[in-house]
């Protein structure tokens, strides 16, 4: 991973982290709004300019790809980078979440 990915990404903002998380399963920009907003019980919505501006920078970025398009809908799908940034940013929050356990 280079320097710019990681200093981009890493720590990751809670919606680039939502995309990820939800195109370990190909998936559009609107279908991951729903989920998130299933996932977090609606505390949190992304906004369109939000969601396809993300998808836009992770897609240059080499974090996700454009799979195929249905229904005027773009499908993308996580890269092997993007399962690496979620992989880092997934152990950092299990990390913080042991570390706050442990000072309960």
Known sequence: MDAHIKRVYVPMTETGFYILLCLQTPNHGYGIVQKVK???????????????GSLSKMEKDGLIRFLKEEEKRKIYTITDLGSEVLNIEMNRIER?????EETR
Not at 38 to 52: F, S
């Open 38 to 52: 299933e996932m977090t019980n609606g505390d949190i919505v992304l906004a369109p300019g939000t969601m396809y």
């Open 96 to 100: 913080l979440y042991k570390n706050m």
